[in-house]
């Protein structure tokens, strides 16, 4: 008898990769070989950089280190993916080169402060993970002003994050006595806080209204002066500030731009299938330009659908597990209020979403969205709250 063991090359260990690996791992045992690479030293979850930013907890215990993460079947390899050869499935790192039978790409987006004017030297940028605990300690230090969370230019990651940013930090100025003599404004592209979800965005625009946080939609910052400190803004406008939080442009990884993969910017795949134009190549969420939004409910969806395909590939199958578009969001409100939005993006159609809450009782749900994958993933117990 002879034995195929089937290499599985997973590019990435973020929400993508991370659920991928663990699935296939899991339901394949020693029947494929799955090697898992990512340069950082662990996994954060987008929320959680807002929590730490909050001082709703401390960055150690948001951050999910890798160390031990090889679970039954999954090779963690601690390096930097240097060259991807799409048609060869090879792959160079600076643990060495790996050759595989199915490559998945899923090394997320990059963020680039340096290329808005002003931003490094004016600003802050939340997004990194160092951005956002950098930002703990600038908060720590603020005695209010004219505060303004922009956007600096689209695709981004997480449509909600900033204005729930902007909530949340209205909730901070109030609990430091700060808010009365400060000012919250918002800069985003989109038209709607969550534009798949008229009620939510409602619900989002009605909590602005309340909270007076002033909302500048359909424009972004294109640069901060900070010699004057004013943000400058794609429709010609000026805004002062005294804190500028800014979300940073988006691009793939440079090692994904020079290998070919990307056209126009992020990877093309099959919406359905996450197949790349290369036979045995996947990728899967925000390094790809798939549909629907930047976000790890998307990457994770996707990366259960690809599972699947290489399950069944394993198993000498034909692979028909097909990705559906949905995705459960939730959003913070501040005052220990969060919203849930199930939001489904279909290729060619219109997408539609529902709301439920905000309520105290999701907070729990949020907080066991999280918990369950990092069981699910690390095997650990985690309380994401100090
Ligand atoms: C403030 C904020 C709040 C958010 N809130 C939410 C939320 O509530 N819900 C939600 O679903 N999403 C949220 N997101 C978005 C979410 O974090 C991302 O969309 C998600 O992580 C994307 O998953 P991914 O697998 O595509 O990429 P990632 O999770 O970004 O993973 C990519 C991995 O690739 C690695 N990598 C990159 N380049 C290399 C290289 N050359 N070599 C080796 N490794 C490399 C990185 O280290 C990283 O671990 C939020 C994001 C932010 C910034």
């Given at each position: ?61 948001v ?43 899923a090394?997320?987006a ?15 940028e939340?997004?990194t993970?160092a ?5 703990r ?31 949340l ?13 400060s ?19 409602a619900a989002?625009l ?7 946080i ?19 803004l794609?429709?010609?406008g ?79 199958g ?49 907080t ?19």
């Amino acid at each position: 008898m002879i034995f195929v063991v089937t290499r599985v090359l997973v590019l990435g260990a973020g929400f993508g990769g991370l659920e991928l690996s663990t699935t296939v791992a899991q339901a394949c045992g020693p029947d494929v070989e799955l090697t898992l690479v990512d340069q950082a030293d662990g996994f954060v979850f987008g929320f959680s950089k807002l929590d730490v930013m909050f001082g709703r907890t401390g960055p150690e215990q948001v951050l999910h280190r890798y160390t031990g993460l090889a679970g039954p079947g999954v090779r963690f390899v601690a390096a930097t993916v240097t060259a991807i050869d799409p048609a060869a499935r090879r792959v160079e790192t600076t643990a060495g080169p790996f050759d595989a039978d199915i490559l998945v790409v899923a090394l997320g987006a990059d963020l680039h402060p340096e290329a808005t004017p002003g931003l490094l030297d004016g600003g802050h940028e939340f997004y990194t993970v160092a951005g956002a605990f950098g930002v703990r300690d600038v908060l720590d230090g603020f005695t209010g002003g004219r505060v303004v969370v922009g956007v600096t230019s689209t695709p981004f990651k997480c449509p909600p994050a900033p204005s729930e940013t902007a909530l949340l930090m209205h909730e901070f100025l109030t609990a430091r006595g700060l808010r009365d003599g400060s000012e919250i404004s918002l800069v985003m592209p989109l038209g709607t806080p969550i534009p798949p979800s008229p009620e939510a965005s409602a619900a989002v625009l009605a909590a602005f209204e309340q909270h007076g946080i002033r909302w500048y939609p359909e424009r972004l910052v294109r640069a901060l002066d900070p010699a004057r400190r004013v943000a400058l803004l794609s429709d010609g406008g000026e805004l002062p500030y005294d804190l500028f939080l800014g979300v940073p442009v988006h691009r793939v990884p440079d090692v994904v731009a020079g290998s070919g993969l990307a056209v126009d910017g992020w990877i093309p795949v099959d919406p359905r299938t996450l197949e790349t134009a290369f036979p045995g190549v996947y990728a899967v969420g925000d390094v790809t330009s798939v549909g629907t939004p930047k976000a790890g409910v998307f990457a994770e969806g996707q990366a259960a659908v690809v599972a699947e395909r290489i399950v069944a590939t394993v198993r000498g199958g034909t692979p028909d597990a097909q990705y559906d578009g949905r995705g459960v969001c939730y959003l913070e409100f501040g005052h220990d209020q969060v919203a849930k939005v199930d939001v489904t993006f279909r290729s060619g159609e219109r997408p539609v979403g529902g709301l439920e809450g905000p309520s105290t009782a999701l907070v729990a749900d949020k907080t066991a969205f999280g918990t369950d994958r990092i069981r699910r993933w690390f095997g650990r117990d985690w309380i994401p709250t100090a």
